[in-house]
């Protein structure tokens, strides 16, 4: 099975600040990597699909980039909605989600 | 668009059989997708439990050894999870998701339903 492994587990950054989150597989996953965010009390939201596409909707300020087993999303300038737990997911095989990153405001 | 709408009971009994049904609306279970179900522990992270295609193929996270089921009816446009022989280990979240066949990526996702595992 592939494991996913996110850090930091948690970050508390200031609005306006520019925010990485990274996601390693346990082996090759090419771009089958997707991005989600999961607001207090909610479902998970598709953010990132395929390591770098931005899902409909989505603003402009979410990113993602990388392939194979290293995978970033950044914020280019975080906002107070932003407040959330993002998490990684990989669609190569079996679904594996990482342990998540939370993210706090300052 | 579709829409994914989790239903059952919200409270099991220990060694019970927990059993969620997914309404799918706005769109066809019989289009190139996999139905899945993800469970989420209180205050931790997301765990895939299985997913069911239309024509009725499974796939199983092989952590839950045999206890899980899932089928389809594509009658009535859903699809369903049992669990069996279930533990305080199974209290969650239980959400009902539609998979990409290319790519695997989950969207939409059902709002989510507490199930908790008590006697």
């Known amino acids: 099975d592939i494991q996913m492994t996110q850090s930091p587990s948690s970050l508390s950054a200031s609005v306006g600040d520019r925010v990485t989150i990274t996601c390693r597989a346990s082996q090759t996953i090419s771009s089958y990597l997707n991005w989600y965010q999961q607001k207090p009390g909610k479902a998970p939201k598709l953010l990132i699909y395929?390591?770098?596409s931005l899902q409909s909707g989505v603003p402009s300020r979410f990113s993602g980039s990388g392939s194979g087993t290293d995978f970033t999303l950044t914020i280019s300038s975080l906002q107070p909605e932003d407040l959330a737990t993002y998490y990684c997911?990989?669609?190569?095989?079996?679904?594996?989600f990482g342990q998540g990153t939370k993210v706090e405001i300052k | 668009q579709v829409q994914l709408q989790e239903s059952g009971p919200g409270l099991v009994k220990p060694s019970g059989t927990l059993s969620l049904t997914c309404a799918v609306s706005?769109?066809?279970?019989?289009?190139?997708?996999?139905w899945n179900w993800v469970r989420q522990p209180p205050g931790k992270g997301l765990e895939w439990i299985g997913e069911i295609y239309h024509s009725g193929s499974t796939n199983y996270n092989p952590s839950l050894k045999g206890r899980v089921t899932t089928s389809v009816d594509k009658s009535k446009n859903r699809f369903s999870l049992k669990l069996t022989s279930v533990t305080a280990a199974d209290t969650a979240v239980y959400y009902c998701?539609?998979?990409?066949?290319?790519?695997?990526?989950?969207?939409?996702w059902g709002q989510g339903t507490l199930v908790t595992v008590s006697s």
């Open positions: 395929a390591a770098s």
């Open positions: 706005g769109g066809s279970i019989s289009t190139n997708n996999w």
């Open positions: 997911q990989q669609g190569y095989s079996t679904p594996a």
């Open positions: 998701a539609r998979k990409a066949y290319e790519g695997g990526w989950f969207d939409p």
